[in-house]
T-cell receptor, first 113, second 113 residues
Framework: EAGVAQSPRYKIIEKRQSVAFWCNPI?????LYWYQQILGQGPKLLIQ????????DSQLPKDRFSAERLKGVDSTLKIQPAKLEDSAVYLC???????????FGQGTRLTVV | RKEVEQDPGPFNVPEGATVAFNCTYS??????FFWYRQDCRKEPKLLMS???SGNEDGRFTAQLNRASQYISLLIRDSKLSDSATYLC??????????????FGKGTHLIIQP
């Protein structure tokens, strides 16, 4: 069974630039999560989708971050404009049902310079 | 925001020893509990789910204490390959759909030869 796919694996951008990350969850998984993991910390939930609807985006900095899952499968996370403190690994995860165990992609390591 | 608390360590343990981690959570209505393992520069991977009656998987034992709102992970006969960060994960969702899978900051374990 194919796992969660994410791209790109690495991205380096200058502050104030824009960046987008893509995630393809495990086939059939209705729940999709985006997490931000800063070095030395645990993953922090940014947004959670159930099919194409948002379940929780309370920790998403909406002035600069946006995410969508238009057809209930793939998802994109965008940052515009990026700040230095956005440097982190962005992890996508999916689960078959709401809040059961989640499976992670390899993440996108973002460096903002 | 509801929280999951872990001792960050690091725990330096000799090979073959037994080590235990605890994790506390703030939402008494939480329904699902997990331990994840994360190796350096890798994504988190599910180690085991935690059930009310406690559960065991080889050298690993997980227990849940709902009254005191903590979960524990016990590793027996530790191996060098057990060196990693162990993340406590709690489903904070009490049915309303918000506050999904919440991660602790992780406990760093170093097994020494």
């Amino acid at each position: 069974e194919a796992g969660v796919a994410q791209s790109p694996r690495y991205k380096i951008i200058e502050k104030r630039q824009s960046v987008a990350f893509w995630c393809n969850p495990i086939s059939g998984h209705a729940t999709l999560y985006w997490y931000q993991q800063i070095l030395g910390q645990g993953p922090k939930l940014l947004i959670q989708f159930q099919n194409n609807g948002v379940v929780d985006d309370s920790q998403l900095p909406k002035d600069r971050f946006s995410a969508e899952r238009l057809k209930g499968v793939d998802s994109t996370l965008k940052i515009q404009p990026a700040k230095l403190e956005d440097s982190a690994v962005y992890l996508c995860a999916s689960s078959s049902q709401l809040n059961t165990e989640a499976f992670f992609g390899q993440g996108t390591r973002l460096t903002v310079v | 925001r509801k929280e999951v608390e872990q001792d960050p360590g690091p725990f330096n343990v000799p090979e073959g020893a037994t080590v235990a981690f605890n994790c506390t959570y703030s939402n008494s209505a939480s329904q699902s509990f997990f331990w994840y393992r994360q190796d350096c520069r890798k994504e988190p991977k599910l180690l085991m789910s935690v059930y009310s009656s406690g559960n065991e998987d080889g050298r690993f034992t997980a227990q849940l204490n709902r009254a005191s709102q903590y979960i524990s992970l016990l590793i027996r006969d530790s191996k060098l390959s057990d060196s990693a960060t162990y993340l406590c994960v709690v489903n904070m969702n009490s049915g309303g759909g918000a506050d999904g899978l919440t991660f602790g900051k992780g406990t760093h374990l170093i097994i020494q030869p």
